[in-house]
């Protein structure tokens, strides 16, 4: 049986037209934008997840395939797969996935496929290991290679309780102009205020606050008290 073929008529057979155009727009695929030439049949989230649980088991090499499609949601599903290989494998299996993810980031190219997959695989690699690939990442050309290694940092923050590598990444992104990345630099920076205390997150921004983007910083703080925020949006916070 050719499951790999099966995967991609079912995809095709619960294509939405109408929801493919607006995850068009929402996912910016048109001229000049980051999602530039991406195709969306449409697919909803929980929907391609009861695709990767029918199809879990498809080979390393047939996920490989499947990662370098055309198709949106067919990528998702690729590396949705690999998170599960990830999660239910051996260390060599982890491994394995870890480094085909990183092979291929030219195919991890949007924010929903980073942030469903990077902490779950790349962060949840590296929670014991050196994670100095998290620089090289962080200073690529690439934008969802810099994205990757700032959202990898979730694993840390949620699991080792540790801020350190969030604060290290934020710092070589801190004047970055895109806008994904000042969202992902913010939203980081908000979870080490939320799940190990706003203090140590004060400590980071009072010492770069005034260098950040307005969206990174905005995100940043967006669990602070309002008079709080106020004073930091207003350059009023000192260090």
């Given at each position: ?7 991609h008529?079912e995809?095709?057979?619960i294509a939405?037209?109408g ?8 996912f910016k695929?048109?001229k000049?934008?980051y999602?530039e ?5 449409g697919l909803t989230?929980?929907?391609s ?20 499609s055309?198709?949106h949601?067919e ?10 290989n990830?999660e ?9 996935a870890?480094?085909?993810y990183?092979?291929?980031?030219q195919?991890?190219n949007?924010?929903?496929?980073v942030?469903l997959t990077?902490?779950?695989i ?5 929670i014991?290991?050196?994670r ?12 969802w290679e810099?994205?990757?290694?700032m ?5 840390f923050?949620c699991?080792n ?6 604060f290290?990444i934020a710092?070589?992104l801190i ?6 990345i000042?969202k992902?630099?913010?939203?980081m920076l908000?979870?080490?205020g939320?799940?190990i205390?706003?203090g140590v997150?004060?400590?980071f921004?009072?010492k770069?606050y ?8 905005r995100?940043?703080?967006?669990r602070?008290p309002e ?10 916070i000192?260090a």
């Open positions: 049986m050719d499951y790999l073929s099966d995967l008529h995809v095709r057979s939405n037209p929801k493919a155009k607006i995850l068009s727009g929402f695929t048109g000049g934008e999602g030439g991406d195709i969306f049949l989230v929980p929907q997840r009861k695709i990767v649980f029918k199809y879990k088991n498809l080979s390393i090499n047939e996920v490989k395939i499947l990662l370098s055309k198709i949601e990528r998702l599903i690729a590396l949705l797969i690999l998170v599960h990830f239910k494998g051996s260390d060599k299996e982890k491994e394995a870890y480094k085909i990183l092979q291929n980031t195919y991890i949007n924010w929903d496929l942030d990077a902490p779950k790349v962060g949840e690699w590296l014991n290991k050196n100095s690939i998290l620089t090289k990442l962080a200073r690529s050309k690439n934008l810099r994205r990757i290694a959202i990898a940092t979730h694993q923050i699991k309780k540790t801020e350190k590598d969030t290290e710092e070589i004047d970055d102009k895109h806008d994904l000042q992902a630099v913010g939203w908000r979870e080490v939320k799940r205390g706003q997150e004060e400590e921004l009072k770069h005034k260098k950040m983007g307005r969206t990174s910083l995100y940043a703080i967006e602070f008079k709080i925020r106020k004073q930091y949006l207003l350059s009023k000192q």
